[in-house]
């Protein structure tokens, strides 16, 4: 059973920059592939980035490509989502996803997932 647990969102003016990190524990890192995804009030969740197990490939939305960016530290069992030049449409819970396939990850039918991370950006 692997936990997850988000840290780091918070209430930012719009421009500014979070970085989100999701700290992994109770199975092997490393053969779990990484995804973010977002859900605001009202709307489904949706995908936001994603790492396969290796960082060998990084996959992200339209809506955030060039203004997100996702990593993952694999000795640290952690994998991060730093987000620059926010804008107030980003305002979401965010949820940090683990799946050990490998592939078409844009797909959320994940293994497990942390609790989210409430990002709030103000106009």
């Known amino acids: 059973q692997v936990q997850l647990v988000e840290s780091g969102g918070g209430l930012v003016q719009a421009g500014g920059s979070l970085r989100l990190s999701c700290a992994a524990s109770?199975?092997?890192?490393?053969?779990?592939?990484m995804g973010w995804f977002r859900q605001a009030p009202g709307k489904e969740r949706e995908f936001v980035a994603a790492i396969r197990r290796s960082s060998s490939n990084t996959y992200y939305a339209d809506s955030v490509k060039g203004r997100f960016t996702v990593s993952r530290d694999n000795a640290k069992s952690t994998v991060y989502l730093q987000m620059n030049s926010l804008k107030p449409e980003d305002t979401a819970v965010y949820y940090c996803a683990a799946v050990r396939r490998n592939y078409n990850l844009i797909n959320d039918e994940y293994d497990y997932w942390g609790q989210g991370t409430q990002v709030t950006v103000s106009s």
């Open positions: 109770g199975g092997t890192f490393t053969t779990y592939a």
